[in-house]
């Protein structure tokens, strides 16, 4: 049985500022929840409605009530399982590989699909403006399908740290030189912008070379969603490095 003041801290969770106070964060469904366990990640305290998930998931588990569950969980309908897990510390950013760094990316499905892009695409460090959402957000976890615990993600005021750093900085624009007839160094950062508003002009500053994505069908599409965005860039990136 789950005492009611346990029930009550996990569903506070759910919320950035009981996550940032308590360092804790919550993961649910088998597939985050077992990558989780087996990354580096220190885990709290973890709660399924099936036994038969200890021996898959390959920890001690606490047999819940289906209800409990719900109790705890954001979702409308819980997955079985739900971990708790302790925010770790970030890493310092190296500069000798390329960095993603995000200029308030609000959607957590789009900071989620970027994190997983850096895992697939092993770009190890993802900088975020203090405005993009967080990354423990219940729907950017559940995006990363458990990227997050492969990425070094670290919160900044993006401007001083792109003013500190010693490395070309290519931007994501609407008007740029097509990614597809730049050549692009080894290491570098990528930076891309918010949803509506782009990369904001204070922070485009510090952009180094603005690049762009061709745009090959009829001008009724108006942008690319950020998220699609960084995969293609991402992929030239990589493409470049294999050249």
């Known amino acids: 049985m789950v005492v009611k003041s346990q029930i009550k801290l996990i569903k506070s969770l759910q919320q950035k500022k009981y996550r940032i106070r308590h360092g804790l964060f919550v993961a649910e469904g088998i597939k985050t929840v077992k990558e989780l366990v087996e990354s580096d990640f220190d885990l709290y305290c973890i709660y399924a409605t099936d036994s038969q998930l200890e021996i898959e998931i390959g920890v001690e588990i606490q047999l819940i009530a289906e209800a409990d569950l719900k109790k705890m969980s954001g979702l409308s309908t819980p997955n079985k399982v739900l971990a708790v897990f302790r925010i770790p510390m970030p890493k310092k950013v190296d500069f000798s590989q390329w960095i993603v760094a995000l200029d308030d990316i609000r959607d957590p499905g789009n900071l989620g699909t970027i994190i997983r892009l850096c895992d697939w695409f092993d770009v190890p ?105 960084s995969a293609i860039l991402l992929n030239e990136i990589k493409r470049g490095e294999k050249g």
């Open 125 to 229: 460090h993802l900088v975020c403006s203090n405005t993009t959402v967080d990354c423990y957000n219940p729907k950017t976890l559940q995006a990363t399908m458990g990227s997050v615990s492969r990425v070094n993600i670290v919160y900044v005021d993006l401007e001083q740290f792109l003013q500190q750093a010693n490395t070309p900085i290519y931007g994501g624009f609407m008007a740029g030189e097509s990614v597809y007839e730049v050549k692009l160094p080894l290491a570098g950062i990528l930076l891309l912008g918010n949803e509506a508003n782009g990369i904001s002009n204070a922070i485009a500053n510090w952009v180094s070379h603005k690049v762009s994505i061709p745009q090959f069908g009829q001008s009724t599409t108006e942008s690319l969603n950020v998220a699609t965005a």
